[in-house]
């Protein structure tokens, strides 16, 4: 079993804070301190449009080479390259294995810091993504992109 310095998002780190509109810019900082933390901000931040976020995608395990005579200089080769594909691609599953529950984990600890009296919280667990979650918080909380019905007015008029 390899061993890495990877954050993982269970180990001891407090939940977030509760989820309110005058705190929506603290909580969202939070929110990507957490991911940054976790090294996911990149498939969940909301300044991203979905189709330019980063995919996670699972790795191709890399096949043996198919030649059987070892005293060939070119089977020592394919040998080698084989070796490397195959570390680089447990590197690539063991990051997979730890970014897939962090995800997961986020979003719970999203859900969980949305009051559940809000009148949108069985809708939470409807989206297909966390960066879709968290734009739709921040349509629902962000108070700074809202303009109030006399300023909307306003700005129709002119």
Same mark, same amino acid.
């Given at each position: 079993?390899?061993?890495?310095?990877?954050?993982?998002?269970?180990?001891?780190?407090?939940?977030?804070?509760?989820?309110?509109?005058?705190?929506?810019?603290?909580?969202?900082?939070?929110?990507? &301190?957490?991911?940054?933390?976790?090294?996911?901000?990149?498939?969940?931040?909301?300044?991203?449009?979905?189709?330019?976020?980063?995919?996670?995608?699972?790795?191709?395990?890399?096949?043996?080479?198919?030649?059987?005579?070892?005293?060939?200089?070119?089977?020592?080769?394919?040998?080698?390259?084989?070796?490397?594909?195959?570390?680089?691609?447990?590197?690539?599953? *063991?990051?997979?294995?730890?970014?897939?529950?962090?995800?997961?984990?986020?979003?719970? *600890?999203?859900?969980?810091?949305?009051?559940?009296?809000?009148?949108?919280?069985?809708?939470?667990?409807?989206?297909?993504?966390?960066?879709?979650?968290?734009?739709?918080?921040? &349509?629902?909380?962000?108070?700074?992109?809202?303009?109030?019905?006399?300023?909307?007015?306003?700005?129709?008029?002119?």
């Amino acid at each position: 079993m390899t061993t890495s310095n990877f954050p993982n998002m269970c180990d001891g780190a407090p939940g977030l804070p509760p989820l309110a509109y005058d705190t929506w810019k603290q909580w969202l900082l939070v929110v990507e &301190l957490k991911a940054r933390a976790a090294h996911i901000w990149q498939y969940v931040d909301i300044l991203k449009p979905e189709d330019e976020l980063t995919k996670i995608i699972k790795p191709t395990r890399p096949t043996m080479p198919g030649m059987t005579n070892k005293s060939n200089p070119d089977w020592k080769m394919a040998m080698r390259q084989y070796e490397a594909l195959k570390r680089r691609y447990m590197w690539e599953f *063991e990051l997979l294995e730890r970014r897939v529950p962090a995800i997961l984990f986020l979003t719970l *600890e999203i859900v969980d810091s949305i009051p559940q009296d809000a009148e949108f919280f069985h809708e939470t667990w409807e989206f297909e993504s966390t960066h879709k979650l968290l734009l739709d918080l921040e &349509l629902r909380f962000d108070l700074s992109s809202r303009q109030s019905g006399s300023e909307r007015e306003d700005s129709e008029t002119q």
